[in-house]
């Protein structure tokens, strides 16, 4: 048998039981190979004595072939000619075809098995024979690879190896010779057993505040050592108590736990990287695209501008847009992403919804429609992040698992096939993945530990090699702490949590920023940054954001996008112009863009490419520094949108900011300074006078002459002054309120 990148099985030589899968009539023997045209998306295949196995894509196995101990599994003994769907099993990761059974793994690390059971292979701890898949016994579970002969072995995540079936030579490795119904281990070995991998909880992230992480070990009296300096851990390093915590306070911190017992083998480093502080964007964001914009406002509300040929922008047309237009569609958006022409938006019920170009299935609606107003994703649901790639898109669900649709030419949907999916499929034999981000015939990913995976366009994949395609991900093995990681067309970005950034992947304008043009196919790091808290990957250029909350750019800067005021690709980082401080988030694509934290407001700014108005700033002009995009948002409703706020300097989240008891916004239709805090000059602060009843735009307001910040008696015409006191005078004093005619009622 032998599996084609396409997803097509080929088979060829004996077929007297029919397990070349070609159908009845085909000769007993095949010299050459043939095509098993009934299946499709075959992800991988095992064969047998006289039976055949295979698993697809989406998770069921097929088999064919003899079937007289029910090994193929559907009901009866009769040979089967062609594939047939085995009945019960869903979620299958890998299979195994034994000498007369067959074995199937799940995605939960259970494993199943049906067919001859004479000499207990299929583990239920029974010699009874079953032509349905039942699961193995024995407690098994956290399998990670298996494989059968006359017997089953199963490979366990912590290194150990369980086996079952028949022993008569010795094949079950225990040194008994006695067959067995039950998993069971291996114990005559020359290696010692391995402690189990430590657990971290939770499994690194972004975090606005200081985080709690327990750490925990299922070996018994295993000791767990610890590191945040990046090293691995070594029994002189400090000691935690398996099920204690430990925190992880702001900024970034690499946390690395290993666990020695003696007798054993220590156990691999446990890694996880947290980011935690308020430079950690939540709320607003943005995505910039090849040529349209999407927002995302802090109440949930979606924005878009810039190029809408295709529907990209989600608002039914197919006419540009210059400044941000709201999406009525869509409402309690937690995240968004741009794909080359389409749009992706993650809800708060953890469904994902697309539009725009759909020519390669990128919108993931089970059609090639192309789409103006936002649709539902087929089959999503509980996603936690989403990035859009060139003609692709991925999705990050809470469990850890990566799914992805759209074009596949590459393998970047990382199915094991170069199938393009008009709707998801999960990335095989990928699971703990924290962050992940698409371009252009590529994906990669973050897990949890820090390390970076990518699959698809082999040039891209940072693993040394430029040759061919993977089509399932591979690991660099040189990062072990990865924080985020952003893709452009042709190159990677990796912020490590050292403040490093490193790159990969087409240096022809600069984008790796290591003075060179040329094409690195390892990571090598980007010149000058070690205080970098996010990066972005665009077209042939790159940014950064730093601790200070300011931006540096590298690259391409045919159309201004470096922001730093001139045309000149830059090959190393240089800072982005103007007084952009307080950043909270960056997004590259032609333009760029920013999210500035301003008071309990954000504000939009954008620079570059801008032919079709995708920087938001009311034109078409390409801009070479950053600019305030007039973005429809009133924080605190005093009339006054936020981007007006920043330009007057009044607080966007304190609707009266002088505290005279107007609102900004009419304060300033009034000719009033919103800033002042005293209007009349009368030596009286604005919200003092509201207090006392005088008039804060009258600096006498009683009328005797004496300001209203001097006058005892404000309010009374007729004195202005204390009597001076008198030692001898012992009467009660009188005290009467009334309201003033001429103060004014606090709205």
């Known amino acids: 048998m032998a599996l084609k990148n396409d997803g097509m099985a080929w088979t060829w030589g004996l077929n007297g039981q029919g397990q070349l899968g070609l159908g009845a009539g085909v000769p007993s023997s095949q010299l050459v190979p043939a095509q098993v045209t009934a299946l499709s998306d075959v992800i991988a295949i095992s064969a047998g004595l006289a039976h055949s196995l295979a698993l697809k894509s989406d998770g069921t196995v097929w088999a064919w072939g003899g079937n007289p101990e029910g090994q193929v599994g559907p009901g009866g003994s009769s040979h089967q000619f062609f594939p047939v769907q085995v009945s019960g099993l869903s979620n299958i990761v890998a299979i195994a075809a034994g000498y ?189 695209a090849l040529a349209h914009t999407l927002a995302l406002g802090r109440d949930g509300t979606l924005w878009s501008w810039g190029n809408n040929t295709l529907g990209q922008l989600g608002n039914g047309l197919e006419v540009n847009r210059v400044t941000p237009t709201l999406v009525s569609a869509l409402k309690d958006i937690t995240a968004v992403a741009a794909g080359s022409q389409h749009s992706l938006a993650l809800r708060d019920d953890g469904t994902v919804w697309a539009w725009g170009r759909n020519s390669e299935g990128e919108v993931g609606d089970g059609t ?207 800072p982005v112009s103007g007084d952009l401080t307080e950043v909270s988030f960056i997004s590259a694509g032609l333009q760029s863009m920013a999210v500035q934290r301003f008071g309990g407001a954000a504000l939009f700014w954008g620079w570059g490419a801008n032919e079709s108005g995708q920087v938001g700033d009311g034109t078409t002009t390409d801009r070479l520094f950053p600019v305030l995009i007039r973005f429809p948002y009133d924080t605190d409703q005093d009339g006054l949108e936020d981007w007006e706020e920043f330009g007057k300097g009044t607080d966007p989240s304190n609707a009266d900011s002088n505290g005279d008891g107007i609102r900004d916004g009419p304060s300033v239709d009034l000719g009033i300074d919103p800033l002042d805090p005293d209007v009349d000059d009368d030596g009286l602060p604005n919200t003092q006078e509201l207090v006392l009843g005088t008039n804060p735009f009258l600096s006498d307001s009683d009328g005797d002459g004496v300001p209203d910040g001097t006058d005892a008696f404000p309010l009374d015409p007729s004195r202005a002054s204390l009597p001076p006191p008198d030692p001898e005078d012992d009467t009660a004093p009188t005290v009467t309120l009334t309201e003033p005619e001429n103060a004014i009622r606090l709205p």
């Open 368 to 574: 090639l429609i192309q789409r103006s107003l936002p649709v539902q994703v087929a089959g999503l649901d509980l996603v936690k992040t989403l990035q859009g790639g060139e003609f692709h898109s991925l999705a990050l669900k809470q469990d850890g698992t990566v799914w992805g649709w759209g074009k596949n030419d590459s393998g970047e949907l990382g199915d094991g096939t170069t199938l393009g999916r008009i709707t998801p499929v999960q990335t095989q034999n990928f699971s703990g993945a924290r962050e992940i981000t698409a371009g252009r015939r590529v994906s990669v990913a973050v897990k949890g530990d820090g390390s970076v995976w990518a699959w698809g366009g082999k040039d891209r994949l940072g693993d040394g090699s430029s040759a061919g395609n993977s089509l399932s991900p591979v690991r660099l093995g040189m990062i072990f702490d990865a924080v985020q990681v952003s893709t452009g067309p042709d190159h990677v970005l990796v912020l490590r949590a050292d403040g490093t950034v490193w790159a990969w992947g087409n240096g022809g304008r600069g984008q790796l920023g290591n003075g060179s043009s040329a094409w690195q196919f390892k990571p090598i790091q980007v010149a000058g940054m070690t205080d970098a808290v996010a990066v972005s990957a665009g077209e042939a250029y790159s940014m950064a954001l730093t601790r200070d909350g300011r931006i540096w750019a590298w690259g391409s800067n045919l159309r201004g996008q470096l922001g730093d005021g001139a045309l000149d690709s830059r090959f190393m980082p240089v």
């Open 100 to 288: 007369n059974h067959s074995v199937a793994l799940k995605s939960d690390g259970t494993v199943w098995a049906w067919g001859r059971n004479s000499g207990g292979q299929l583990g239920d701890g029974t010699t009874v024979t079953r032509a349905a898949p039942a699961p193995v016994g024995g407690g098994l579970s956290g399998v990670v690879g298996i494989a059968a002969g006359d017997h089953t072995l199963a490979l366990l995540a912590d290194g150990f190896i369980k086996t079952w079936g028949r022993d008569d030579h010795g094949q079950l490795g225990d040194g008994l010779s006695v067959n067995r119904t039950l998993p069971g281990d291996i114990l005559f070995l020359t290696f010692a057993p391995k402690v189990r991998l430590p657990t971290l909880s939770p499994d690194g992230g972004r975090f606005l505040s200081m985080q709690s992480i327990k750490v925990g070990s299922s070996t018994p009296g295993a000791t767990l050592h610890y590191t945040t300096d990046g090293r691995a851990p070594t029994k002189s390093d400090p000691v935690i108590v398996s099920g204690s915590s430990l925190s992880a306070a702001d900024g970034i911190t690499t946390l690395r736990v290993r666990a020695f017992k003696s007798g054993m083998v220590a156990s691999e480093v446990k890694s996880a990287v947290f980011q935690i502080g308020s430079q950690v964007a939540t709320g607003a964001n943005v995505a910039g």
